[in-house]
């Protein structure tokens, strides 16, 4: 590296290539010594041989490197909590939905509800809750212009393979609406699932299961 | 409101068996919809390799917990929009490379192309003998990283230190395949100089 010189081809003819003494371009030399090796010339060629040392020891340090950062696990717990405290700072727009009786006047906001009846429905084993969304019913008017009552749920869940669909849709459904009269207090009026994926059923049962 | 009843879970409370074996897709598909513990387990699965990531792209701990926190918080904002092309990950990935590749551009406003590939010999690379030593090779390709443009140093190390296909690195850095092969082809060659056996 002491006496090096600046290659005397490079960016003219070659583009970003520079051509050896040997008269190989050596983006051709690097490449042919990882597609073929065997190339008489790569090992012939004084030039070429120097150009393929250097790749090697190039390789070399790579590699060490990548064991060295390997070695060394970065720990991310205090990364992670500062994302996510100011994740928990952000706004996020939401919809409000009723709670109780048309007289009172309580709320929750869709988000909450949501993870509220997603754990629900988790308890059902194999189980996995996606989307869910809620949609106040009072803000509809129907046809005949008279109003629903409560909320609409719009669920979608991973079920395990292997089991009657319906049966689970049941449960799904029953442990939602046991959630959603005990823990939040709302009205549902209506709940439609929709199942998205069909998956392997979980070795253990240590979830909820049939009650 | 009754939101006063959710709990404040920091993420490495989360239970492990109501979300520990759920998949990104279902968790990100969550967190879109407000669930922010769902996107405190996704943040816990994806930050170590994201970090290792940033600091490799960045050369520095801080900053690269910096890009990463940047990236996180960009990605719950965007996920609304977020559609599942790609996974979570892929995804993710791609918004961290982009933080990087912006940092290391106001780091480092104006050097030419190829300027950097003609950078003086430095010093240390002139006693042969250190070479053979692994960790000074490794020190040096270090400090050499430094010489690389910012594309050719992102091509580089998403290429020769993540393992990524051509076609994924032309994506995630916004330009042509062609472009990624002849950046990482001149990052090489600036290393194997600066490497110091080579001429």
Same mark, same amino acid.
């Given at each position: 590296?002491?006496?090096? %010189?600046?290659?005397?081809?490079?960016?003219?003819?070659?583009?970003?290539?520079?051509?050896?003494?040997?008269?190989?371009?050596?983006?051709?030399?690097?490449?042919?010594?990882?597609?073929?090796?065997?190339? %008489?010339?790569?090992?012939?060629?004084?030039?070429?041989?120097?150009?393929?040392?250097?790749?090697?020891?190039?390789?070399?340090?790579?590699?060490?490197?990548?064991?060295?950062?390997?070695?060394?696990?970065?720990? %991310?717990?205090?990364? %992670?909590? #500062?994302?996510?405290?100011?994740?928990?700072?952000?706004?996020?727009?939401?919809?409000?939905?009723?709670?109780?009786?048309?007289?009172?006047?309580?709320?929750?906001?869709?988000?909450?509800?949501?993870?509220?009846? #997603?754990?629900? !429905?988790?308890? !059902?084993?194999?189980?996995?809750?996606?989307?869910?969304?809620?949609?106040?019913?009072?803000?509809?008017?129907?046809?005949?212009?008279?109003?629903?009552?409560?909320?609409?749920?719009?669920?979608?869940?991973?079920?395990?393979?292997?089991?009657?669909?319906?049966? /689970?849709?049941?449960?799904? #459904?029953?442990?939602?609406?046991?959630?959603?009269?005990?823990?939040?207090?709302?009205?549902?009026?209506?709940?439609?699932?929709?199942?998205?994926? /069909?998956?392997?059923?979980?070795?253990?049962?240590?979830?909820?299961?049939?009650? | 409101? *009754?939101?006063?009843?959710?709990?404040?879970?920091?993420?490495?409370?989360?239970?492990?068996?109501?979300?520990?074996?759920?998949? $990104?897709?279902?968790?990100?598909?969550?967190?879109?919809?407000?669930?922010?513990? *769902?996107?405190?387990?996704?943040?816990?699965?994806?930050?170590?390799?994201?970090?290792?990531?940033?600091?490799?792209?960045?050369?520095?701990? @801080? &900053?690269?917990?910096?890009?990463?926190? $940047?990236?996180?918080?960009?990605?719950? +904002?965007?996920?609304? &929009?977020?559609?599942?092309?790609?996974?979570?990950?892929?995804?993710?990935?791609? =918004?961290?490379?982009?933080?990087?590749?912006?940092?290391?551009?106001?780091?480092?406003?104006?050097?030419?192309?190829?300027?950097?590939?003609?950078?003086?010999?430095?010093?240390?690379?002139?006693?042969?003998? +250190? =070479?053979?030593?692994?960790?000074? *090779?490794?020190?040096?390709?270090?400090?050499?990283?430094?010489?690389?443009?910012?594309?050719?140093?992102?091509?580089?190390?998403?290429?020769?230190?993540?393992?990524?296909?051509?076609?994924? =690195?032309? $994506? *995630?850095?916004? =330009?042509?395949?062609?472009?990624?092969?002849?950046?990482?082809?001149? @990052? +090489? +060659?600036?290393?194997?100089?600066?490497?110091?056996?080579?001429?």
């Amino acid at each position: 590296m002491t006496d090096r %010189t600046d290659p005397p081809n490079d960016t003219s003819a070659h583009g970003d290539d520079e051509l050896l003494p040997c008269g190989r371009p050596l983006s051709q030399v690097w490449d042919d010594w990882e597609r073929h090796p065997d190339d %008489t010339h790569l090992h012939a060629c004084p030039h070429c041989r120097d150009a393929v040392r250097g790749l090697d020891q190039l390789e070399t340090a790579v590699r060490d490197l990548r064991n060295e950062e390997a070695d060394s696990a970065l720990d %991310t717990t205090t990364l %992670t909590r #500062r994302v996510m405290d100011l994740v928990r700072l952000e706004l996020r727009p939401g919809r409000p939905l009723p709670l109780g009786g048309p007289a009172e006047d309580l709320w929750v906001m869709e988000a909450v509800a949501a993870r509220v009846l #997603r754990a629900a !429905v988790e308890s !059902v084993t194999g189980v996995r809750a996606g989307s869910c969304r809620l949609r106040d019913l009072r803000a509809d008017e129907t046809a005949d212009g008279a109003m629903d009552q409560g909320v609409a749920v719009c669920l979608d869940i991973h079920a395990p393979a292997g089991v009657s669909i319906p049966y /689970l849709a049941e449960q799904v #459904r029953e442990r939602l609406l046991e959630a959603a009269d005990r823990e939040l207090g709302m009205a549902i009026a209506a709940v439609d699932i929709r199942v998205t994926d /069909l998956v392997p059923t979980p070795a253990d049962g240590q979830e909820g299961g049939a009650r | 409101m *009754a939101g006063a009843r959710r709990q404040t879970a920091s993420p490495d409370t989360v239970p492990p068996d109501s979300r520990g074996d759920t998949d $990104d897709a279902l968790l990100a598909v969550r967190a879109a919809e407000g669930d922010e513990d *769902a996107f405190a387990v996704l943040v816990q699965r994806h930050a170590p390799a994201l970090l290792g990531l940033a600091v490799r792209l960045l050369g520095s701990q @801080a &900053e690269g917990e910096d890009a990463v926190q $940047d990236a996180f918080l960009s990605a719950w +904002r965007r996920l609304p &929009e977020f559609r599942g092309q790609a996974s979570f990950g892929t995804w993710t990935y791609r =918004i961290v490379t982009n933080r990087c590749l912006n940092v290391l551009r106001a780091r480092r406003p104006a050097v030419p192309l190829e300027a950097a590939a003609d950078v003086p010999a430095a010093e240390y690379s002139t006693s042969p003998a +250190r =070479i053979t030593e692994a960790r000074d *090779a490794v020190r040096e390709l270090r400090e050499a990283l430094d010489l690389l443009s910012v594309e050719q140093r992102a091509c580089w190390v998403l290429r020769e230190l993540d393992g990524q296909s051509y076609e994924f =690195i032309a $994506d *995630a850095v916004g =330009i042509s395949q062609d472009a990624v092969r002849a950046r990482v082809f001149r @990052a +090489r +060659r600036c290393l194997t100089q600066a490497l110091g056996a080579w001429r």
